[in-house]
C-alpha cells in the first residue's frame, strides 16, 4: 500500500509531480483555484477536493506547489495544518522558508521546504537528473522519502528550512552567470561566417572542461589560503583583459555583461592580490 498524498497546485510543475504518484500507484488528492485543471488528473484516478481545507484534512503529507509564497498564505489560510506534514516546493527566498517554517510550527505542523532542480519534462524522469533540495524537519525528510523520491531524487541539505532555497537560488544564480558569459561569446562570432551550431558544442565542452575549478575554489575558501594550486594569477589574469575588451570592441559587442566582473578583478589585484586567482572576488562581493 502506497502512501497517500494530498497536492496543492495544478501548474505546469504541480500537474507533473500528479501524475508521477497517480502512476506510482499512491493514492493523491488534490485541489487547484482552477478546477479545470484537477478535473483532467480527476480523470487519471486522482481525488478532487473541493477546497484547500478539504484536502489538507484527506491526509498527512501535504505538498504544496504554488506559484509564490503569496499564494502558499492565501491557499492555506483557513486550512486545519495541525499534525500534518507540509512540504512546500513553492520556489521563494530563505528568508520566506524560515518564516513559512515558523508559522507552520505555531499551527502544529512539521515543515519541509523544497526547492526544484528540474523543469516539468524532467519529473518523473530519473535520467534527466533532475532532483529536489530539501531543508527543515529531518524527521518529516525521513518519514517521507521514498514518497518525495517518486517525482524526482532527492538531496536534503539541512535543518535550516532556508536552505533548501539558498542552495536552489545560488545554483541559478551560477547558471545565469554562465548564460551571460555564453551570450557574450554568441555575440563575439554572430557577425563573422562562424556556424554558431559548430561553435555551440566548442562552448559547451569548454564550460565543461572549466567547472571543476569550482573545486579548487572550495578548497582556498576551506584553507584560508587563496594562493594554494594557483596555475592562473589574478596578475596575470588582469593583464589579459584589455585583450576580452578590445576584440568586443572590435566584433562590436558592448562589453557590458563582462566589466563588472573584470572590475572585481582589478580591484582586488589593486590590494595587493596579484599572487591568487580569482577566489578573493568572493570576498569582495560580501557586504
Ligand atoms: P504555474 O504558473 O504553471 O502554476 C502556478 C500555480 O499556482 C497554479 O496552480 C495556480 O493556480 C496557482 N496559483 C497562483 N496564484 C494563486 C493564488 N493566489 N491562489 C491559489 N492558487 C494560485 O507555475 P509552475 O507550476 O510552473 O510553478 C509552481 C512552482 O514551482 C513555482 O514556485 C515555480 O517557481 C516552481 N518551479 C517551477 C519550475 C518550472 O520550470 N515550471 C522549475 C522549478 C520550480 P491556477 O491554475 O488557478 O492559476
Given amino acids: 500500500e502506497k502512501a497517500p498524498v494530498t497536492l496543492l497546485g495544478l501548474g ?36 478532487v477536493a473541493d477546497s484547500p481545507a478539504g484536502a489538507v484534512a484527506a491526509n498527512t503529507l501535504v505538498v504544496v506547489c504554488l506559484l509564490d509564497d503569496a499564494s502558499v498564505e492565501e491557499v492555506l489560510a483557513g486550512t486545519d495544518l495541525a499534525g500534518r506534514d507540509l512540504v512546500n516546493l513553492t520556489t521563494g527566498t530563505p528568508e520566506q522558508a524560515r518564516a513559512r517554517a515558523g508559522w507552520a510550527d505555531g499551527l502544529g505542523a512539521r515543515y519541509l521546504d523544497g526547492g526544484i532542480m528540474a523543469v516539468p519534462p524532467m519529473i518523473g524522469v530519473p535520467q534527466a537528473g533532475g532532483y529536489v533540495f530539501y531543508s527543515g524537519s529531518r524527521e518529516l525528510f525521513e518519514r517521507h522519502r521514498d514518497t ?42 554572430r557577425k563573422e561566417d562562424i556556424d554558431p551550431a ?14 571543476p575549478a569550482v573545486h579548487q575554489t572550495a578548497d582556498q575558501l576551506r584553507s584560508g589560503d587563496y594562493t594554494r594550486g594557483v596555475v592562473s594569477s589574478l596578475a596575470m589574469q588582469v593583464a589579459g583583459t584589455p585583450t576580452f575588451l578590445e576584440t568586443a570592441e572590435q566584433q562590436g559587442v558592448s562589453p557590458e555583461l563582462l566589466s563588472p566582473y573584470f572590475a572585481l578583478m582589478r580591484r582586488r589585484l589593486t590590494e595587493g592580490s596579484g599572487e591568487e586567482d580569482l577566489t578573493g572576488v568572493i570576498d569582495l562581493l560580501a557586504h
Fill in 148 to 189: 518525495l523520491g517518486v517525482p524526482a531524487g532527492t538531496t536534503y541539505v539541512g535543518d535550516n528550512a532556508g536552505f533548501a532555497a539558498l542552495h536552489d537560488v545560488a545554483l541559478l544564480s551560477a547558471m545565469y552567470g554562465m548564460f551571460a558569459g555564453a551570450a557574450h561569446a554568441f555575440a563575439l562570432i
Fill in 198 to 211: 559548430e561553435f555551440a558544442p566548442l562552448l559547451a565542452d569548454w564550460l565543461v572542461a572549466m567547472a
Fill in 12 to 47: 505546469a510543475m504541480g500537474t507533473a509531480l500528479a501524475r508521477t504518484w497517480l502512476a506510482a500507484g499512491h493514492p493523491l488528492t488534490v485541489w487547484n483555484r482552477t478546477p479545470a485543471r484537477a478535473e483532467a488528473l480527476a480523470a487519471e484516478g486522482a481525488t
